[in-house]
């Protein structure tokens, strides 16, 4: 039952009435028993600073932040964590007693996925496919990780150059254009291939990136970032090639989870985060 005790969360944003996260964070919360709710505010985009000073006035006792303030909403807070700091954005508000600190879940969530899995990240060869606002993240995860190798597959290779250089100083990358045959001669060496492009994602569901198949070795992990369709083609051809493969939910729900431990300090059920995920999606079709 909600009461005047009862403590909030929230997601920020513009717009924000899509967002998933209330749907698996209530669930997290009333598998843990919490005392909490989770909703979601919009906050416009001048109005970003008042919405934080809101968080410190109504002792609001955690955020996540989505699109359009994740790089912005940080020169409000009081401190901010390494990860976050490294990624340049914010996605989880905690306030301890009125200080404010930003962390970045993302990395966790990607890096999560797979371990949850079983796959173990650690000296593999990994491949890359497309550097966005996602790859970020996801790279960082990688490097942190200890990957053996980093290659990074794009059409635009000059636009992506500043993010590969920003990230050699903790790790030597290699970009290409993964039309070239450099690129395919990266995918024959692959142990994990990523796709972290929104290619085949719905409604565009017969879209994929360009990979040559037959260059990609049988029995590698393939994830796709991507969670609807839950089976991107991406992922269907990975499969029917004899890859192992995962979906961007577990991405989704992990960032969430980890959100969620820092705000109450528990450990969240993520299979009940996921099964609410599932069914809300399930509903939206
Ligand atoms: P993005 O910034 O728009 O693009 C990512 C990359 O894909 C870029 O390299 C971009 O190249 C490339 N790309 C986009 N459209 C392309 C096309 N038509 N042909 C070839 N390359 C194309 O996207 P993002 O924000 O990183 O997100 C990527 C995907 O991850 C989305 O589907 C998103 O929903 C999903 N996602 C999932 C999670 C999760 O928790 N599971 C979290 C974040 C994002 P250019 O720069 O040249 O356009």
């Known amino acids: 039952m909600i009461t005047g005790k009862t403590k909030t969360l929230a997601v920020i944003g513009n717009p924000v009435s899509h967002s998933l996260s209330p749907v698996f964070q209530n669930a997290a919360i009333e598998a843990a028993g919490l005392d909490y709710i989770y909703t979601a505010f919009p906050v416009a ?35 901010i964590d390494r990860d976050a700091e490294i990624l340049g954005a914010v996605n989880t508000i905690v306030n301890k007693d009125g200080v404010l600190t930003g962390y970045n879940t993302d990395v966790k969530g990607f890096v999560g996925g797979m371990k949850e899995k079983g796959f173990e990240p650690k000296g593999k060869k990994t491949v890359l496919l497309g550097a ?72 565009y569901v017969e879209a994929m990136p360009p990979v040559n198949w037959d260059k990609v070795p049988k029995g590698i992990l393939a994830y796709d970032i991507i969670y609807t369709p839950a089976e991107t083609l991406f992922l269907k051809t990975a499969r029917e090639h004899g890859c192992e ?14 959100s969620m431990r820092l705000w109450a300090g528990i450990e969240p059920d993520t299979e009940v985060m996921k099964k609410a995920l599932r069914q809300a999606l399930e509903e939206r079709k």
């Open 45 to 79: 985009d001048g109005k970003l600073e008042a919405a934080i000073n809101g968080m410190r006035a109504m002792e609001i006792s955690g955020l996540n932040v989505t699109i359009p303030h994740k790089e912005r909403v940080m020169k409000y807070l009081d401190s």
């Open 132 to 203: 966005g606002g996602a790859a970020r993240a996801i790279i960082w995860g990688l490097i942190q990780e200890g990957v053996a190798s980093l290659t990074i597959g794009v059409r635009n290779v000059p636009k992506v150059r500043p993010l590969v250089e920003y990230f050699s100083k903790y790790m030597e990358i290699t970009l290409l254009d993964w039309s070239t045959a450099e690129f395919e001669t990266a995918l024959e060496k692959a142990e994990l291939l990523i796709n972290a492009t929104p290619l085949g994602m719905c409604p």
């Open 245 to 258: 493969t995962l979906n961007g939910e577990a991405m989704l729900v992990g960032q969430g989870a980890e």
